[in-house]
């Protein structure tokens, strides 16, 4: 089974391919640190399973797990997260990424995951499943409400982001309003800490 693995974080990289060389039918065809070098080898080795990290250098696995699918439709694969945020998991997944793990997951489980992917199934972990499993019903964000959000979470004022999005500030209000109602909060403080917690905006980009 031939794997690729994109992890900008060296001694993580060096863990996972410890634990699968250890394994006598995995056969790592390549090792990038960047989305970029990673599409290259996707493309010149074409990998029966890709690891990807959630974050690497300047972009985003979903993003990436686009860019992968629309070139190959069948790719499989497994993002590696520091954590759990349902916005960031319910978004890889949508764009068609088949396993979504954190990064302290068990070797066996590595291991497991992989060969359950290889083989066109999902592999949800417990943890994860409990997280989207929370948050299912909720009613989502609009694509405007996400960019207001992005923008509250960056600080803006009212009045910064009906300039910055040529809006009435009653419009902004109205956003706001909509964006607390969903996200079950009452201020920008806690608007802020859910949205990061959730993974419902990117902080890297």
Not at 47 to 71: E, G, Q, W, Y
Request: a negative charge; hydrophobic letters at 45%; aromatic letters at 4%.
């Amino acid at each position: 089974m031939k794997i690729l693995i994109i992890e900008n974080e060296t001694l993580i990289r060096i863990g996972i391919r410890t634990i699968l060389l250890a394994e006598s039918d995995f056969e790592i065809v390549g090792e990038a640190e960047t989305s970029e070098e990673g599409f290259r080898f996707f493309q010149e080795r074409k990998p029966d399973v890709v690891l990807m990290s959630l974050r690497l250098k300047m972009t985003c696995a979903i993003d990436d797990v686009k860019t992968f699918r629309n070139h190959s439709p069948n790719a499989k694969i497994i993002i590696l997260a520091p954590r759990a945020g349902d916005g960031e998991i319910s978004k890889a997944l949508k764009e068609g990424a088949l396993g979504y793990v954190l990064k302290d997951i068990s070797p066996a489980e590595l291991v497991k995951a992989i060969r359950i992917v290889a083989n066109g199934k999902k592999y949800i972990p417990t943890e994860i499943a409990e997280v989207l499993t929370e948050h299912l019903g909720m009613e989502e964000l609009t694509p405007s409400e996400q960019i207001v959000l992005r923008m509250l979470v960056g600080a803006m004022s009212n009045k910064e982001i009906s300039f910055a999005l040529d809006i009435s500030e009653n419009t902004v209000k109205t956003h706001i309003k909509n964006i607390f109602d969903k996200l079950d909060v009452s201020d920008r403080t806690a608007a802020t800490t859910t949205a990061i917690r959730r993974g419902l905006v990117r902080m890297d980009v």
